[in-house]
Protein backbone atom coordinates (compact mmCIF):
# COMPACT_ATOMS: atom_id res chain seq x y z
CA UNK A 1 0.00 0.00 0.00
CA UNK A 2 2.83 2.21 0.42
CA UNK A 3 2.99 3.38 -3.64
CA UNK A 4 -1.06 3.58 -3.51
CA UNK A 5 -3.07 6.75 -2.13
CA UNK A 6 -6.99 6.49 -1.62
CA UNK A 7 -9.09 9.84 -1.43
CA UNK A 8 -12.81 10.33 -0.28
CA UNK A 9 -14.02 12.77 -2.49
CA UNK A 10 -15.86 13.69 -6.10
CA UNK A 11 -13.91 12.64 -9.16
CA UNK A 12 -14.70 15.41 -10.79
CA UNK A 13 -13.92 18.20 -7.91
CA UNK A 14 -10.30 16.26 -7.20
CA UNK A 15 -9.39 16.06 -11.23
CA UNK A 16 -10.61 19.64 -11.33
CA UNK A 17 -7.36 20.48 -9.16
CA UNK A 18 -4.98 18.38 -10.16
CA UNK A 19 -1.94 19.52 -12.17
CA UNK A 20 -2.00 19.04 -15.86
CA UNK A 21 -0.26 15.91 -17.00
CA UNK A 22 0.38 14.49 -13.93
CA UNK A 23 -1.46 11.01 -14.53
CA UNK A 24 0.20 7.96 -16.96
CA UNK A 25 -2.64 5.77 -17.15
CA UNK A 26 -6.64 5.63 -16.01
CA UNK A 27 -8.02 2.45 -15.83
CA UNK A 28 -11.62 2.77 -14.20
CA UNK A 29 -14.83 0.93 -13.96
CA UNK A 30 -17.11 3.87 -13.68
CA UNK A 31 -21.46 3.88 -13.25
CA UNK A 32 -22.83 2.47 -16.13
CA UNK A 33 -25.41 4.44 -15.62
CA UNK A 34 -26.08 7.41 -13.57
CA UNK A 35 -29.28 6.20 -11.69
CA UNK A 36 -27.80 2.87 -10.41
CA UNK A 37 -25.36 4.23 -7.97
CA UNK A 38 -27.11 6.87 -7.06
CA UNK A 39 -28.45 7.52 -3.19
CA UNK A 40 -31.95 6.33 -3.59
CA UNK A 41 -30.92 3.24 -6.03
CA UNK A 42 -27.67 2.56 -3.48
CA UNK A 43 -30.43 2.41 -0.43
CA UNK A 44 -32.42 -0.19 -2.45
CA UNK A 45 -29.68 -2.37 -3.23
CA UNK A 46 -27.93 -2.07 0.00
CA UNK A 47 -31.69 -3.00 1.53
CA UNK A 48 -31.93 -5.90 -1.10
CA UNK A 49 -35.18 -4.11 -2.53
CA UNK A 50 -34.03 -3.93 -6.33
CA UNK A 51 -35.09 -0.81 -8.07
CA UNK A 52 -32.77 -0.01 -10.78
CA UNK A 53 -30.43 -3.41 -9.71
CA UNK A 54 -32.14 -7.15 -10.84
CA UNK A 55 -31.58 -9.42 -7.51
CA UNK A 56 -31.04 -12.30 -9.05
CA UNK A 57 -32.27 -15.52 -7.31
CA UNK A 58 -30.28 -18.26 -5.32
CA UNK A 59 -29.70 -21.20 -7.11
CA UNK A 60 -28.00 -24.47 -5.88
CA UNK A 61 -27.22 -22.33 -2.51
CA UNK A 62 -25.52 -19.48 -4.35
CA UNK A 63 -26.63 -15.95 -4.35
CA UNK A 64 -25.63 -14.11 -7.64
CA UNK A 65 -24.60 -10.76 -7.34
CA UNK A 66 -26.93 -7.84 -8.58
CA UNK A 67 -26.84 -6.18 -11.58
CA UNK A 68 -28.06 -2.98 -13.53
CA UNK A 69 -31.22 -2.67 -15.52
CA UNK A 70 -29.50 -0.69 -18.55
CA UNK A 71 -32.96 -1.64 -20.22
CA UNK A 72 -34.73 0.74 -18.29
CA UNK A 73 -33.01 3.75 -18.38
CA UNK A 74 -34.76 6.79 -20.37
CA UNK A 75 -33.95 9.02 -23.30
CA UNK A 76 -33.42 11.46 -20.27
CA UNK A 77 -31.24 9.39 -18.54
CA UNK A 78 -29.23 8.73 -21.94
CA UNK A 79 -28.82 12.37 -22.11
CA UNK A 80 -27.16 12.85 -18.65
CA UNK A 81 -25.26 9.62 -19.28
CA UNK A 82 -23.83 11.63 -22.10
CA UNK A 83 -23.31 14.71 -20.38
CA UNK A 84 -21.81 13.09 -17.63
CA UNK A 85 -18.96 11.70 -19.73
CA UNK A 86 -18.40 14.67 -21.89
CA UNK A 87 -17.03 16.30 -18.41
CA UNK A 88 -15.17 13.60 -17.33
CA UNK A 89 -13.60 12.92 -20.52
CA UNK A 90 -12.61 17.14 -20.76
CA UNK A 91 -10.97 16.70 -17.03
CA UNK A 92 -9.42 13.31 -17.80
CA UNK A 93 -7.81 14.77 -21.05
CA UNK A 94 -6.00 17.70 -19.02
CA UNK A 95 -4.52 15.87 -16.61
CA UNK A 96 -3.28 12.70 -18.82
CA UNK A 97 0.50 12.75 -20.05
CA UNK A 98 0.94 12.76 -23.82
CA UNK A 99 0.33 8.94 -25.24
CA UNK A 100 -1.51 7.90 -21.80
CA UNK A 101 -4.53 5.85 -22.40
CA UNK A 102 -7.68 5.41 -20.80
CA UNK A 103 -9.11 1.79 -20.23
CA UNK A 104 -12.70 2.26 -19.28
CA UNK A 105 -15.26 -0.24 -18.85
CA UNK A 106 -18.91 -0.23 -19.96
CA UNK A 107 -21.55 -1.75 -21.53
CA UNK A 108 -22.90 -2.81 -25.12
CA UNK A 109 -26.07 -1.17 -24.27
CA UNK A 110 -24.48 2.16 -23.06
CA UNK A 111 -21.09 2.49 -24.51
CA UNK A 112 -22.14 4.46 -26.93
CA UNK A 113 -22.66 7.22 -25.02
CA UNK A 114 -19.06 6.55 -23.21
CA UNK A 115 -17.09 6.56 -26.36
CA UNK A 116 -18.81 9.23 -27.96
CA UNK A 117 -17.67 12.03 -25.25
CA UNK A 118 -14.35 10.53 -25.19
CA UNK A 119 -13.61 11.00 -28.68
CA UNK A 120 -15.14 14.33 -28.69
CA UNK A 121 -12.59 15.49 -25.69
CA UNK A 122 -9.61 14.66 -27.78
CA UNK A 123 -9.14 11.42 -27.06
CA UNK A 124 -7.98 8.68 -30.09
CA UNK A 125 -9.55 4.92 -29.68
CA UNK A 126 -7.38 2.83 -29.87
CA UNK A 127 -9.89 -0.43 -30.01
CA UNK A 128 -11.93 -1.94 -27.19
CA UNK A 129 -10.24 -4.72 -24.91
CA UNK A 130 -12.95 -7.74 -24.64
CA UNK A 131 -13.29 -9.54 -21.36
CA UNK A 132 -15.06 -12.59 -22.06
CA UNK A 133 -17.09 -13.77 -18.96
CA UNK A 134 -20.37 -15.57 -19.11
CA UNK A 135 -23.06 -13.17 -16.89
CA UNK A 136 -26.67 -14.08 -15.82
CA UNK A 137 -27.37 -10.88 -18.05
CA UNK A 138 -29.86 -11.39 -21.00
CA UNK A 139 -30.63 -15.08 -22.14
CA UNK A 140 -34.64 -14.37 -20.31
CA UNK A 141 -37.58 -15.63 -22.13
CA UNK A 142 -40.65 -12.51 -22.23
CA UNK A 143 -41.50 -11.76 -19.19
CA UNK A 144 -44.86 -13.59 -17.59
CA UNK A 145 -45.05 -15.23 -20.85
CA UNK A 146 -42.32 -17.79 -20.81
CA UNK A 147 -44.43 -20.97 -21.31
CA UNK A 148 -46.22 -19.36 -23.97
CA UNK A 149 -42.97 -17.85 -26.00
CA UNK A 150 -40.62 -20.75 -24.19
CA UNK A 151 -37.92 -20.79 -27.93
CA UNK A 152 -37.95 -17.23 -27.12
CA UNK A 153 -35.11 -15.29 -25.96
CA UNK A 154 -35.72 -11.13 -25.70
CA UNK A 155 -32.25 -10.32 -25.62
CA UNK A 156 -28.84 -12.84 -26.41
CA UNK A 157 -27.09 -13.65 -23.41
CA UNK A 158 -24.23 -11.93 -22.42
CA UNK A 159 -20.94 -13.31 -22.51
CA UNK A 160 -18.52 -10.64 -22.99
CA UNK A 161 -17.74 -6.84 -21.49
CA UNK A 162 -16.30 -4.18 -23.75
CA UNK A 163 -13.57 -1.91 -22.12
CA UNK A 164 -13.01 1.05 -24.32
CA UNK A 165 -9.31 2.01 -24.81
CA UNK A 166 -8.28 5.54 -25.69
CA UNK A 167 -5.54 7.42 -25.64
CA UNK A 168 -4.26 11.18 -25.34
CA UNK A 169 -2.49 11.87 -28.89
CA UNK A 170 1.43 11.57 -28.59
CA UNK A 171 3.79 14.16 -28.99
CA UNK A 172 5.36 13.21 -31.94
CA UNK A 173 6.45 9.81 -32.83
CA UNK A 174 5.76 6.96 -29.95
CA UNK A 175 9.54 6.56 -29.67
CA UNK A 176 9.83 10.08 -28.72
CA UNK A 177 6.67 10.03 -26.66
CA UNK A 178 8.02 6.83 -24.47
CA UNK A 179 11.83 8.46 -23.61
CA UNK A 180 10.11 12.37 -22.59
CA UNK A 181 6.43 10.99 -21.08
CA UNK A 182 6.88 6.79 -20.53
CA UNK A 183 3.44 6.90 -21.97
CA UNK A 184 2.12 6.03 -26.24
CA UNK A 185 2.20 2.43 -25.97
CA UNK A 186 0.81 -0.83 -23.79
CA UNK A 187 3.61 -3.03 -21.86
CA UNK A 188 3.76 -6.13 -23.70
CA UNK A 189 2.92 -9.39 -21.67
CA UNK A 190 6.38 -10.47 -22.17
CA UNK A 191 9.49 -10.15 -25.29
CA UNK A 192 7.47 -12.83 -27.44
CA UNK A 193 3.66 -11.67 -26.60
CA UNK A 194 2.16 -9.10 -27.32
CA UNK A 195 -0.60 -7.49 -24.69
CA UNK A 196 -3.96 -9.07 -26.99
CA UNK A 197 -7.70 -7.15 -27.07
CA UNK A 198 -9.44 -10.23 -25.84
CA UNK A 199 -8.66 -11.94 -22.20
CA UNK A 200 -10.76 -14.39 -20.98
CA UNK A 201 -12.03 -13.98 -17.79
CA UNK A 202 -14.23 -15.75 -14.97
CA UNK A 203 -16.98 -14.17 -12.89
CA UNK A 204 -15.47 -12.38 -9.88
CA UNK A 205 -14.72 -15.38 -7.68
CA UNK A 206 -16.54 -15.44 -4.08
CA UNK A 207 -14.10 -15.00 -1.93
CA UNK A 208 -12.85 -11.90 -3.75
CA UNK A 209 -16.43 -10.72 -3.49
CA UNK A 210 -16.13 -11.96 0.47
CA UNK A 211 -13.23 -9.20 1.29
CA UNK A 212 -14.89 -6.81 -1.24
CA UNK A 213 -18.48 -7.55 -1.06
CA UNK A 214 -19.23 -4.47 -4.15
CA UNK A 215 -21.57 -5.21 -6.58
CA UNK A 216 -19.12 -4.40 -9.69
CA UNK A 217 -16.42 -5.92 -8.22
CA UNK A 218 -13.62 -6.76 -11.44
CA UNK A 219 -11.54 -10.04 -10.80
CA UNK A 220 -8.11 -9.65 -9.89
CA UNK A 221 -7.30 -12.03 -12.75
CA UNK A 222 -8.61 -9.79 -15.21
CA UNK A 223 -7.65 -6.70 -13.51
CA UNK A 224 -4.08 -7.14 -13.22
CA UNK A 225 -3.62 -7.89 -16.92
CA UNK A 226 -5.06 -4.44 -17.95
CA UNK A 227 -3.35 -2.51 -15.49
CA UNK A 228 -0.05 -4.16 -15.92
CA UNK A 229 -0.76 -3.12 -19.70
CA UNK A 230 -1.19 0.40 -19.14
CA UNK A 231 1.80 1.49 -18.52
CA UNK A 232 4.29 0.52 -21.52
CA UNK A 233 7.50 1.07 -19.14
CA UNK A 234 6.30 0.01 -15.88
CA UNK A 235 6.71 3.44 -15.01
CA UNK A 236 3.92 6.10 -13.93
CA UNK A 237 0.64 6.97 -12.38
CA UNK A 238 -2.41 4.69 -12.93
CA UNK A 239 -5.80 6.66 -11.82
CA UNK A 240 -9.03 5.16 -10.56
CA UNK A 241 -11.38 8.09 -10.33
CA UNK A 242 -14.17 5.42 -9.61
CA UNK A 243 -12.48 3.48 -7.12
CA UNK A 244 -15.43 1.49 -5.72
CA UNK A 245 -13.89 -1.30 -3.66
CA UNK A 246 -10.52 -0.64 -4.95
CA UNK A 247 -9.84 -3.52 -7.54
CA UNK A 248 -7.63 -1.72 -9.61
CA UNK A 249 -5.46 0.00 -6.81
CA UNK A 250 -4.82 -3.65 -5.63
CA UNK A 251 -3.75 -4.68 -9.09
CA UNK A 252 -1.68 -1.93 -9.22
CA UNK A 253 0.18 -2.78 -5.97
CA UNK A 254 -0.04 -6.45 -7.22
CA UNK A 255 1.92 -5.34 -10.07
CA UNK A 256 3.97 -2.69 -8.23
CA UNK A 257 2.83 0.16 -10.09
CA UNK A 258 2.33 3.93 -8.10
CA UNK A 259 -1.48 4.57 -8.00
CA UNK A 260 -4.68 7.01 -6.94
CA UNK A 261 -8.18 5.88 -6.31
CA UNK A 262 -10.88 8.30 -6.17
CA UNK A 263 -14.48 7.41 -4.27
CA UNK A 264 -17.26 9.50 -3.63
CA UNK A 265 -19.07 6.52 -1.45
CA UNK A 266 -18.37 6.73 2.38
CA UNK A 267 -18.91 3.17 2.61
CA UNK A 268 -17.36 1.68 -0.53
CA UNK A 269 -14.13 4.07 0.48
CA UNK A 270 -14.25 2.37 3.97
CA UNK A 271 -14.42 -1.05 2.12
CA UNK A 272 -11.48 -0.17 -0.55
CA UNK A 273 -8.81 0.80 2.56
CA UNK A 274 -9.44 -2.80 3.89
CA UNK A 275 -9.65 -4.70 0.78
CA UNK A 276 -6.77 -2.99 -0.99
CA UNK A 277 -3.84 -4.87 0.70
CA UNK A 278 -6.38 -8.27 0.87
CA UNK A 279 -6.75 -8.26 -2.86
CA UNK A 280 -3.65 -7.57 -3.96
CA UNK A 281 -1.90 -10.08 -2.50
CA UNK A 282 -4.27 -12.97 -3.55
CA UNK A 283 -2.93 -15.77 -5.91
CA UNK A 284 -4.61 -15.67 -9.34
CA UNK A 285 -3.75 -17.92 -12.25
CA UNK A 286 -1.15 -19.91 -10.99
CA UNK A 287 0.84 -17.25 -9.72
CA UNK A 288 2.66 -18.00 -5.84
CA UNK A 289 -0.10 -17.10 -3.20
CA UNK A 290 0.01 -14.53 0.08
CA UNK A 291 2.11 -17.09 1.72
CA UNK A 292 5.64 -17.26 0.18
CA UNK A 293 7.64 -19.77 1.66
CA UNK A 294 11.21 -20.34 2.38
CA UNK A 295 11.93 -24.41 1.82
CA UNK A 296 15.05 -26.47 3.40
CA UNK A 297 14.19 -30.38 2.58
CA UNK A 298 11.09 -31.11 3.61
CA UNK A 299 10.60 -28.37 6.28
CA UNK A 300 8.46 -25.61 5.90
CA UNK A 301 10.81 -23.03 7.52
CA UNK A 302 9.10 -19.19 6.99
CA UNK A 303 5.69 -18.89 6.05
CA UNK A 304 4.85 -15.44 6.32
CA UNK A 305 1.27 -13.93 6.13
CA UNK A 306 0.22 -10.74 4.10
CA UNK A 307 -3.08 -9.44 4.68
CA UNK A 308 -4.69 -12.59 6.66
CA UNK A 309 -4.21 -12.07 10.28
CA UNK A 310 -2.92 -13.70 12.59
CA UNK A 311 0.27 -16.67 11.28
CA UNK A 312 1.15 -19.35 13.86
CA UNK A 313 4.46 -20.70 13.02
CA UNK A 314 6.02 -23.58 14.83
CA UNK A 315 3.24 -25.41 15.48
CA UNK A 316 3.09 -29.26 14.38
CA UNK A 317 0.85 -31.35 12.72
CA UNK A 318 1.19 -35.18 11.00
CA UNK A 319 0.87 -35.17 7.54
CA UNK A 320 -0.53 -38.15 5.50
CA UNK A 321 2.95 -40.41 5.43
CA UNK A 322 3.30 -39.39 9.54
CA UNK A 323 6.19 -37.32 8.78
CA UNK A 324 6.01 -34.50 11.33
CA UNK A 325 6.59 -30.80 9.12
CA UNK A 326 7.25 -27.54 11.23
CA UNK A 327 6.14 -24.00 10.73
CA UNK A 328 2.90 -24.42 9.61
CA UNK A 329 0.73 -20.94 9.19
CA UNK A 330 -2.85 -20.29 9.68
CA UNK A 331 -4.47 -18.50 6.71
CA UNK A 332 -7.58 -16.67 7.32
CA UNK A 333 -9.58 -15.46 4.12
CA UNK A 334 -13.07 -14.68 4.08
CA UNK A 335 -13.44 -15.87 7.94
CA UNK A 336 -12.19 -19.64 6.95
CA UNK A 337 -9.17 -20.77 8.87
CA UNK A 338 -6.57 -23.14 6.51
CA UNK A 339 -3.35 -24.61 7.48
CA UNK A 340 -0.80 -24.89 4.72
CA UNK A 341 1.33 -28.36 4.22
CA UNK A 342 4.18 -28.77 1.57
CA UNK A 343 3.16 -31.30 -0.88
CA UNK A 344 -0.25 -33.22 -2.14
CA UNK A 345 -0.35 -36.28 -0.65
CA UNK A 346 -2.89 -39.16 -1.34
CA UNK A 347 -5.61 -38.98 1.12
CA UNK A 348 -5.83 -34.97 1.26
CA UNK A 349 -9.28 -35.24 -0.19
CA UNK A 350 -10.58 -31.89 1.53
CA UNK A 351 -7.61 -29.80 0.09
CA UNK A 352 -9.31 -28.23 -2.64
CA UNK A 353 -12.63 -27.70 -0.97
CA UNK A 354 -11.19 -25.69 1.96
CA UNK A 355 -8.57 -23.09 -0.45
CA UNK A 356 -12.44 -22.78 -2.27
CA UNK A 357 -14.11 -22.08 1.07
CA UNK A 358 -10.91 -19.61 2.00
CA UNK A 359 -11.50 -17.59 -1.62
CA UNK A 360 -7.97 -18.91 -2.69
CA UNK A 361 -7.25 -21.11 -5.40
CA UNK A 362 -4.11 -23.93 -4.75
CA UNK A 363 -0.74 -21.95 -5.27
CA UNK A 364 2.10 -23.35 -6.51
CA UNK A 365 5.44 -23.57 -4.40
CA UNK A 366 8.51 -21.37 -6.15
CA UNK A 367 10.92 -23.91 -4.82
CA UNK A 368 9.44 -26.46 -7.18
CA UNK A 369 7.69 -29.00 -4.48
CA UNK A 370 4.84 -29.30 -6.24
CA UNK A 371 1.38 -27.76 -5.01
CA UNK A 372 0.55 -26.61 -1.93
CA UNK A 373 -2.37 -28.34 -0.08
CA UNK A 374 -4.13 -27.45 2.57
CA UNK A 375 -6.81 -29.17 5.63
CA UNK A 376 -9.49 -27.13 7.43
CA UNK A 377 -7.85 -25.65 10.77
CA UNK A 378 -8.11 -27.55 13.68
Known sequence: MSRAETVLGDCFDWLARREADSIHAVVTDPPYGLREYSEPEKAKLRAGKGGVWRLPP????????????????????????RDFFARWATLVYRVLVPGGHVFVATNPLVSHLVYGPMMEAGFE?????????????????PKNAHREFSE???????????WGLFRKPCEGRVQDNLRKWMTGG??????????????????????????????????????RQIVRA??????????????????????????????????????????????????????????????RPGISGDTVNDFTSFGFGEALPGKCW?????????????????????????????????CSVAFRAAGLPEARSRAGLGQWSCAPWS
Open 152 to 162: VTVMPRSAWEP
Open 230 to 291: ALPLGKGVVLDPFMGAGSTIAAACAVGYQSIGIEVDPVFFRMAQEAIPKLAVLCVNGEAGPL
Open 125 to 141: KRGEIIRLVQTLRGGDR
Open 58 to 81: SFDGCTRSPLPRFTVLTQEDHAAL
Open 186 to 223: LRRVSSEQPFADVIKSAPTRNGERLVAPHPSLKPQAFM
Open 318 to 350: PTADSRRLTAYVGLRAGGVWTRVCPKRRAGCLG
